[in-house]
């Protein structure tokens, strides 16, 4: 045994001892972090011991009891509290007098930050990455897929992919240093080298312990190539992020350039002028899932044109994409102007995936203005809540957003307007990944969501997966997290902010080479 874990085995000890003769356990290593408008508490409860949680804005002299908890944090919505009031907080064990002589080892202080909106997208964007970097599996760094699942080895590819994009804004953003985000993108790298592949692409789902997929479906037990592409969006930009670094870093770089060069493309059209979404090595083509849009699965087409080694040639993404019952629109909802996608745009992850390292501003081919074509779903999202024709308690300016989500009701479930599915559940990643596109919109649903609803909506990992009013208190929330909602979050607000995502998937010359070759420019 270390010399640190003998001195915490004897805190521990004498704790253990202490509480037996009638003294209390203090909890090792609090702490306390203002924001805008909650205050975290962390503190080390190794045996789940219940505390109770204290805090007084008149530097001690009297306490109100906030709530308690069997866990290691503590969250703390102040709605009333000043700006920049010090607030003192002390976490007791149930049953002793906050007001006893020795609670004051219990003690800690803090202030909340000011109320500004680059707290408040700092503060996201930082709650939401801790996803990514404190909940990844531990033996591999790859994403969990869920934070419910029972099966908590279920590791995400496309998930993951977004992760590394966010643990890259992470570094930036000083959440945690250059050095860790290198060790967490270094270890999955690792994982993805030793994980089975098919052809070069990765399956959706692995077990993070073994490496070996994990089917997800009775068909879907092999390559899974728009998967693969959201992992090759995130690699390319840690490449580019890391190939003028140390000598460690600019290894990973070449690394990542062996798993992008090793995919194969173009084997997946099967001889035709299509790409397929899967192919297993037990059962083949069987699902014969064409990859067509208008929808979340365009950067695939990015990529495989852009292959240094086994590109497609450009007439599979015209032959087969745009040749979709949802592809070409036209119409005008709420008098705005549709010119790809279903009805009403379908779910806002459309606006989101292709997108968090691919730039739309500017992008056009001869189908649309992907940043209008954008810009225009997400204005609909908000204006059908803002109409609110199936009377949904809550919808408006200020709670708009539908993608596809958990649901209180239905599990995961695809929300969107002009469908059955659409009961009134808003999925916060979706009006939040859409801030690059309308940043005063999105800022109303956040700060809605935070000052007014935080206490129900906000967790760990910020904002919880899903929320509909309509239900009762207490069935409002689905208190999940998923790797594909929580990545664009934290992306495309470091888009919005900084471009820097768009900025280093854009210096890969592979991939303007790529867009070029399918007929997209910038103007």
Not at 119 to 147: K, N, P
Not at 278 to 298: A, C, P, Q, V, Y
Not at 329 to 352: A, D
Not at 490 to 518: D, H, P, R
């Amino acid at each position: 045994m270390s010399k640190i874990a003998n001195i915490l085995f004897f805190i521990v000890l004498v704790n253990i001892q202490m509480f037996a003769q009638g003294k209390y356990v203090v909890p090792q290593e609090i702490s306390a972090q203002g924001y805008p408008a909650h205050v975290e508490l962390n503190f080390e409860n190794a045996h789940g011991f219940t505390y109770e949680i204290f805090a007084s804005t008149d530097n001690g002299k009297t306490f109100t009891q906030k709530g308690e908890t069997q866990a290691t944090y503590f969250l703390d919505f102040v709605k009333s509290t000043v700006e920049n009031q010090p607030i003192t907080y002390r976490i007791v064990p149930k049953g002793l007098s906050v007001m006893n002589k020795n609670a004051s080892k219990f003690e800690v202080k803090t202030t909340l930050k000011n109320r500004t909106d680059a707290e408040l997208l700092d503060m996201v964007q930082r709650y939401t990455t801790r996803y990514f970097f404190d909940f990844a599996h531990s033996d591999c760094g790859m994403a969990r897929e869920r934070s419910n699942n029972p099966n908590g080895d279920i590791v995400t590819v496309g998930g993951t992919g977004f992760g590394i994009m966010a643990l890259v804004a992470g570094a930036e953003r000083n959440y945690f240093s250059r050095e860790k985000s290198y060790g967490k993108i270094n270890q999955i790298v690792t994982f993805l080298e030793h994980a089975e592949r098919f052809h070069g692409a990765w399956a959706h789902w692995y077990n993070g312990n073994t490496g070996k997929p994990f089917s997800f479906s009775k068909y879907d037990d092999g390559g899974d190539l728009v998967e693969t592409a959201f992992m090759m969006e995130g690699l390319l930009t840690a490449r580019q992020y890391f190939i003028n670094g140390n000598e460690a870093e600019q290894n990973l770089s070449k690394r990542i350039n062996q798993l992008w060069r090793g995919v194969e493309w173009n084997w997946y059209t099967n001889g035709s002028d299509s790409l397929y979404w899967h192919w297993s090595k037990n059962w083949g083509w069987r699902m014969k899932h064409r990859i067509k849009g208008f929808d979340e699965t365009l950067i695939t087409y990015v990529l495989a044109a852009s292959s240094p080694t086994y590109a497609i040639r450009p007439e599979v993404y015209h032959a087969c994409y745009p040749n979709s019952t949802y592809f070409k629109n036209g119409k005008s909802y709420y008098g705005i102007q549709l010119s790809l996608g279903m009805e009403y745009g379908g779910p806002l992850f459309f606006t989101h995936y292709s997108f968090l390292g691919l730039n739309p501003k500017g992008l056009n081919d001869r189908y649309a203005d992907y940043w209008e074509r954008n810009r225009a779903h997400v204005l609909i999202h908000r204006a059908y809540a803002i109409d609110n024709p199936k009377k949904h308690t809550g919808l408006g300016a200020d709670l708009w957003g539908f993608t596809s989500s958990d649901d209180p009701m239905n599990g995961y479930t695809s929300h969107h307007p002009g469908t059955d599915d659409e009961n009134g559940t808003i999925s916060p990643t979706a009006a939040i990944s859409s801030i690059p596109y309308t940043p005063e919109y999105s800022m109303e649903v956040i700060r809605h969501l935070y000052y007014d609803l935080g206490n129900t909506t906000f967790g760990k990992y910020g904002f919880y997966d899903a929320y509909n009013p309509s239900l009762v208190d207490g069935q409002q929330v689905v208190h999940s997290y998923l790797a594909i909602d929580q990545g664009p979050i934290a992306v495309m607000i470091e888009n919005y902010q900084s471009g820097l995502i768009w900025k280093l998937f854009a210096q890969n010359e592979e991939i303007q080479k790529g867009l070029t070759a399918l007929g997209f420019y910038y103007k």
